[in-house]
């Protein structure tokens, strides 16, 4: 992500705990949130604190000039998120927090925003550590995977972020055949299309930062007109499958929705029995797991059978197997070239890539 928002031409990117801090202009912020493909929010630092109790942290956060962020008229939500704070709920110090921004509110005009949960205009979040907090304004509102696109939920899709991740590392190139031989709802497929017609994530979709006080519309609709991508209607060699009919016209209707549908040819196949489209490329699957379909002793019978397709049909491939059952590599009888750790929400999974070569890097028994 630090590469990424230095291509933005962020300043002084740099990795820290829980994401990547950076400084810029508002225009960095905007192209930040249009065209990030894998962060899930971008934050606004507008204030930090030392406190000891809920008295400093109401003083604090009261102190901040929170009208000449936003308008009263405006919907409100907090969320707080602590590490090693000495406050004992977290549900009181949210109280605190929101009544310390609306009564600042009703200090300076008499009223106060209305607090709404489910879909609100501005959130404030929070983070509160031993002795010092940290609040942020949220320039995202909804989270930056919730592209505007789906139309169609497979069962436990991916998120967008994690799949164009997932693309990212396996080092495909745009000018490579693609193929997603388990594709669900297509999510990896209309990632690497976006990727490759250059079309921003965020172009169909909202975000918090249009709610601010300090919104540039002109610079904003200057930004949107660039995100619209290449309209060439040169093909890509990218390729999806899947068992199951009502996978595939889940991931009919979302290439639609994302407009990506033309670049992408689908068919119904079954993973240990297709062929490779093409002499060489790469390979992204999230194959089910034990979360998402059929016992242990199930996928043990299985992982065995995709080593062997694997091998037998796409010698020449770069192979990338997403997921959560780490006994895979031993199942599957084939030696990763490398194993990258990533997170799907709470679950450690790994991102595992085999070079399906003639005679491939079989682990040896014992």
């Known amino acids: 992500m630090k590469e990424e ?113 489910a879909n609100p205009d501005v959130r404030v979040h929070a983070f509160l550590e031993g002795a010092r907090g940290t609040l942020y304004l949220d320039t995202s509102g909804e989270p930056l995977f919730k592209r505007g696109w789906r139309a169609a939920q497979a069962e436990a899709p991916l998120r967008e972020n994690l799949a164009a991740g997932i693309v990212m590392l396996s080092g495909w190139r745009p000018d490579e055949p693609l193929l997603d031989p388990m594709c669900g709802g297509a999510t990896l497929l209309v990632e690497a299309a976006a990727m490759a017609r250059g079309r921003a994530p965020g172009a169909r979709r909202a975000f918090g930062f249009e709610k601010l006080a300090v919104f540039d519309s002109a610079l904003w609709e200057k930004l949107k007109r660039e995100a619209q991508g290449s309209s060439s209607e040169a093909d890509l060699g990218l390729y999806g499958s899947d068992t199951e009919p009502r996978a595939l016209a889940a991931a009919r209707r979302n290439l639609a929705a994302a407009g990506v549908e033309r670049w992408v040819q689908l068919e119904q196949a079954d993973v240990l029995e297709r062929s490779a489209p093409a002499l060489a490329g790469v390979m992204v699957m999230n194959p089910p797991y034990g979360e998402r379909m059929g016992s242990e002793e199930e ?33 599957i009888r084939l030696e990763p070239s490398a194993r990258k750790p990533l997170w799907n929400g709470a679950l450690e999974c790994r991102l595992y890539e085999f070079e399906m070569v003639a005679g491939s890097r079989r682990r040896k028994p014992g």
């Open 5 to 117: 928002l230095e291509g933005l031409r962020a300043q002084g990117a740099q990795v820290v705990p829980g994401g990547v801090s950076f400084s810029g202009g508002w225009e960095v912020c905007y192209a930040a949130n249009l065209w990030s493909r894998i962060a899930s929010r971008t934050l606004w630092r507008v204030g930090q604190f030392e406190y000891g109790n809920e008295n400093d942290l109401y003083a604090a956060v009261r102190a901040i000039d929170w009208p000449d962020y936003f308008r009263v008229e405006r919907t409100l939500r907090v969320n707080v998120t602590a590490q090693k704070s000495p406050l004992k709920s977290l549900e009181f110090a949210t109280l605190r927090i929101k009544d310390a921004v609306c009564d600042r509110f009703r200090d300076a005009g008499g009223r106060r925003p209305d607090v709404e949960r």
């Open 299 to 331: 996928l043990a019978r299985f992982y065995p059978r995709l080593g062997d397709a694997l091998k037998k049909k796409f010698a020449g491939w770069r192979c990338h197997v997403f997921t959560a059952d780490l006994r895979l590599p031993k199942l």
